[in-house]
């Protein structure tokens, strides 16, 4: 049975003091959480090394929000994935639909990226999801499956397995409208065929394909329901404490009810 992961994305948001209060406070929460839910959080870079910190020997795990495509070397701002490796990070977000409308990411440098982090042994996140014009045009799944395609392309059996994806339709970002289980669901399972079809059964059955989208206390529940629904990559909710613990408290909840 697959765990349940519930990661906290939280963008251009809390500065260092906020960061090392908010980590503080995780700290005492994570003592409750029970087997079965995996937290991470994907703080700004500046403040990585310093919720490591906070929270090492927890089991909460760090996540970047993005890295590099390039090696080491004269590309100033650029953070790389020796850099995050030297900080003992598992896990990094890649492809967010943010990072693709503003500095124009694209499946190929998701690829690239992607690449980049499983030399280094840290899991990706890949973020890949439809804009309301494509759904309303019918083509949620050619989207679906072509960024499928595109983000891993090149990845073999060995490697495929060490990543998580992310279903983000675009239209659910950050605007409070989140798209229904059903909905959510559809497109996780036909991410997981595609996965089956591509890989195998095991490697299908095992993969997190997590939710982002307006994910928060108050719907996190059924969408956690749905059977190809693994966790949730949350934004705006994962921010506040009270709202990320209360769905980790869901999640710790369903999982308990999917171990019957
Ligand atoms: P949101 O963001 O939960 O604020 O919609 C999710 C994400 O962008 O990962």
Known sequence: MRDIIMAGNWKMNLDASAVEKFCNELLEFSHSVEEGVKMIIAPAYPFLAMGKLILSGTGVELAAQDVSFRSDGAFTGEVSNTMLASLDLKYCIIGHSERRQYHSETDRTVNARLKKLLEVGITPIVCLGETLEEREGNRTQEVVLSQLKGCFDGIGLHDIGKCI?????????????????????????????????????????ELHILYGGS??????????????????????????????SKMIQTACEVYQERKK
Do not use: C, F
């Open 165 to 205: 994806i992310a279903y983000e339709p675009v239209w659910a970002i950050g605007t409070g409208r989140t798209a229904t289980p059903t909905q959510a669901q559809e497109v996780h399972a036909l991410i997981r065929k595609w996965l089956e079809d591509q890989y195998d059964n095991q490697t299908s059955q």
């Open 215 to 244: 994910a928060k206390p108050e719907n996190i529940r059924e969408l956690l329901m749905q059977p190809d629904i693994d966790g949730g990559l949350i934004g705006g909710a994962s921010i506040v404490l009270a709202q990320y």
